[in-house]
């Protein structure tokens, strides 16, 4: 191996650096050592021939995790650009033995659990409560591992700072990045060694001064790749090249004895683990994300690697292109005079090249006429970018994980980076299989998809998801293979520890429906045992509302994916009688806070009855009826709460149970003179508050419109600002057009309501009777969406009125 010094080849890069990687490949074709050495953990030694696979495409990242903890665990992530990734490719295509060097994962990840350990122990001593801190997973990359969480200087911060320069990436892409191939050792003639030279005494400088940086721990690590290279010196000689991240080169060069190395790892803590290769994303590498080692533009970073001439007017060509994907005006004349726009600013700021903020500033000016908002897209989808890594079917992988894989490919839902929207149809055997397995995954907590409203149906056969598929989901399958084996058995297992381990009863209740969604027959007869031994025993009116809506869908559910579900409907017809007896007195005397609180279990209870419809007799008739029968006593029982008195009235109302002028007759009562303004304010609240559609209750009965508007002029102005707050909350909840009309109608006054006036105002939908010609014009289209034919028009007609 010919290299400019003796001793092994010290390679110091910066990780994820698209110059430190064309640096490193020309240092490596130049001295084409025997050996080539990398900072990462020495159990990943035996994956490193999959790197050599076609199915291998990062970026991609080791996964290290502790075998009886799966959520203990760790990523080293490698981008196409970073220099280890390069190492490891020059050896495999030249056949050159590549081996790892950085402390061991079983050390690194155990150090993290004792870590976590003291903290506990310090945060309980100062009486804030014990407990891990998170799950153990970290993400390290290359050089920054997890072996402490200390601050710690940021080298190339600081050497950007003695050079003058407020941005370390800005110094980093003109001393590197844009030097050409001087400086990144690729150029015809350049010394291949000298950038790696160059930073060594830079680094070598800061470790006098600042030592090991504020982490110690850099210590032990450093000592056990010193062994390593020992090693490796010995059985190739001097043909050993080292890729490291420059910080540790001057203490890899440092002259100790292999006895004060060995005491530096003496006793340290040791965990069983397993490792793998994981895709990745150019997202998970920036700092955005969270990750240590990360850099603010993956996305240019790798253009910058990828481009092999030009690479302002590559970069201006994709900005073009995704910006006219968007629908946006950008031509030819937009691109170049962008480019002329970075080459000039470049120079006016003294910089060798245009860099990203130059490109940016650019873009902005041209191409974005000033707007921030493209210029966001174009930071998301390139700057950072969306992409994801593949590693290859040979890759290790816990049993969950093969059987995941399987049935993706066989639903044909493929894992992605980019966040995107699934409507199912669950009529169909596919998109059926889709619900179940993303449902399962959620029981899971492998939360690749959330389930979101469905545009355009409300039908139980309709499900819309949206997904986003996340590296660290590959953490919470290994987590979740404790399980089982096949995602079916693991959601099985899952379910059946939930269902023991709840506390709530609403938690059982919900935890059966989930079991409906993700159809787990194997599981619902335990969650169905606990869930009634719970419902049993349990006597709190609040815990049986709130668990009564989610075993109410369960059954809706069943229906649709044909499961049985006579359990269920024995369960929660046993909930709602139980309700109806306790829910009046359980009404009585609350407070302003826990009203509200209870007329939300109102609406809740309402409206899982209203699902429930008549599922068999029980003992004084239907539940429908047995429900209409406690809400005429909560509406008319002074000890309850004027919210709750009011809402009873309008479910009542509009359920048909109740008569308009019966239900103005008692707003008539409760905004009378005798009754206090604060409990007639809450009244008014339930009755057309909450998200009812009160405000058009309000616009088509003036009626009630006139009885409020009497009440609320005359509110004494000492009770006004106490009733302000309600009435704010009740009416700033309708929307813009209601409460237009609503002020349109109150300020033509009570003479002209329902009068012909009002007809001739040019407010729509007002007048004494009903319309026949407006109600007719609906006719047609009703009859086309109910598939009716045409000679059904007249009786649908005399219907409709």
């Known amino acids: 191996m010919t290299t400019s010094t003796a001793g092994p080849l010290l390679l110091g890069v910066r990780h994820h650096g698209p110059g430190s990687a064309r640096a490193v490949r020309a240092a490596l074709e130049a001295a084409t050592p025997e050996v080539v050495l990398i900072e990462g953990p020495p159990e990943a030694d035996a994956l490193i021939p999959l790197a050599a696979e076609k199915d291998m495409r990062p970026p991609v990242a080791l996964l290290a995790h502790v075998v009886d903890e799966p959520g203990r665990s760790a990523f080293w992530p490698l981008a196409e650009f970073s220099p280890e990734w390069v190492a490891i490719r020059w050896a495999l295509e030249h056949g050159v033995p590549a081996r790892f060097i950085d402390l061991p994962a079983t050390h690194t990840l155990a150090w993290g659990k004792e870590e976590d350990k003291e903290t506990a122990e310090e945060e309980k001593g100062e009486g804030e409560g014990g407990g891990e801190k998170g799950n153990g997973e970290k993400e390290v990359g290359a050089s920054d591992r997890p072996v402490g969480a200390d601050a710690r200087i940021d080298p190339l911060a600081v050497l950007a700072e003695t050079a003058g320069y407020d941005d370390p990436e800005r ?158 005006m950008v031509s030819s004349a937009h691109v170049i005079e962008a480019v002329r726009l970075a080459d000039t600013l470049a120079a006016m700021r003294g910089r060798p090249l245009p860099g990203l903020t130059e490109a940016t500033d650019a873009v902005r000016a041209v191409m974005c006429e000033g707007s921030d908002v493209p210029l966001g897209l174009v930071h998301d989808r390139l700057v950072v970018g969306d992409v994801l890594g593949e590693v290859p079917q040979a890759a290790p992988a816990v049993p969950l994980q093969r059987d995941l894989a399987r049935v993706q490919k066989r639903l044909r839902l493929k894992p992605e980076p980019l966040e995107r929207e699934l409507e199912l149809d669950l009529r169909g055997e596919t998109d059926a299989g889709r619900s179940r397995l993303l449902h399962r995954l959620r029981l899971l907590g492998i939360a690749w998809g959330e389930p979101t409203a469905s545009r355009g149906s409300t039908g139980t056969f309709r499900e819309t998801w949206r997904l986003r598929w996340e590296p660290e989901l590959y953490v919470r399958v290994a987590e979740a293979g404790v399980w089982g084996t096949t995602v079916l ?313």
């Open 171 to 328: 110094w980093w892409e003109d001393v590197v990045e844009h030097r050409g191939g001087a400086g990144s050792g690729t150029g015809t003639g350049a010394d291949p060694f000298a950038p790696f030279t160059a930073l060594e005494e830079a680094m070598g400088a800061l470790r006098e001064v600042y030592g090991v940086g504020g982490h110690d721990r850099d210590l032990v690590r450093e000592a056990y790749m010193r062994l390593q290279v020992r090693a490796a010196q010995r059985e190739f000689g001097d043909g050993a090249a080292v890729v490291c991240g420059a910080w540790h080169v001057p203490a890899l060069r440092r002259r100790t004895t292999v006895a004060a190395d060995r005491a530096l790892l003496k006793g340290l803590p040791k965990a069983k683990v397993d490792m793998t290769w994981v895709p990745w994303t150019h997202r998970r590498l920036s700092r955005v994300s969270g990750y240590g080692a990360g850099i603010d533009s993956p996305g240019w970073y790798g253009h910058l690697f990828a481009a092999p001439d030009r690479p302002v007017e590559r970069w201006m060509t994709k900005v073009a292109r995704l910006l006219r994907d968007e629908d946006r």
């Open 489 to 801: 058995s693991a959601a099985t297992g899952k379910a059946e520890a939930d269902a023991v381990a709840a506390h709530a009863l609403a938690d059982v209740t919900a935890l059966a429906e989930r079991c409906l969604l993700a159809e787990l027959p194997d599981a619902l007869p335990v969650v169905m045992r606990v869930l009634a031994d719970r419902a049993a025993l349990d006597a709190d009116v609040g815990h049986l509302a709130q668990a009564l809506p989610a075993l109410v869908r369960s059954l809706r559910y069943g229906d649709v994916r044909g499961t049985d579900t006579h359990a269920l409907t024995d369960v929660a017809v046993g909930l709602a009688e139980r309700i109806f007896v306790g829910l009046p007195p359980a009404c009585a005397a609350l407070d302003a806070e826990a009203a509200e609180h209870m007329r939300r279990h109102v609406d809740a209870v309402h409206g899982a009855v209203g699902l429930l419809g008549e599922p068999g007799a029980v003992s004084s008739g239907g539940i429908r009826e047995r429900w209409h029968a406690v809400l005429r006593v909560l509406s008319g029982r002074d000890t309850v709460p004027g919210v709750i008195r009011g809402r009873a009235v309008r479910l009542l109302l509009d359920d048909g149970e109740l008569e308009q002028d019966e239900a103005a007759r008692l707003m008539g009562l409760v905004l009378s003179p005798g009754t206090e303004p604060g409990d007639a304010a809450a009244w008014v609240e339930g009755f057309v508050g909450g998200g009812s559609g009160g405000g058009m209750l309000l616009v088509h009965d003036e009626r009630l419109l006139a009885l409020v508007d009497a009440w609320l002029t005359g509110v004494p102005a000492e009770a006004f600002t106490d009733v302000l707050p309600l009435l704010r909350r009740t009416f700033s909840a309708y929307e813009a057009g209601v409460r237009r009309t609503l002020g349109e109608l109150v300020r033509r006054g009570p003479g002209a309501r329902g009068s012909a006036e009002a007809a001739a105002s040019g407010i729509p939908g007002f007048a004494p009777d009903l319309d026949p010609e407006r109600a007719d014009a609906v006719l047609p289209v009703l009859s086309l969406l109910l598939g009716l034919d045409e000679s059904y028009d007249d009786d649908f007609a005399g219907v409709a009125r």
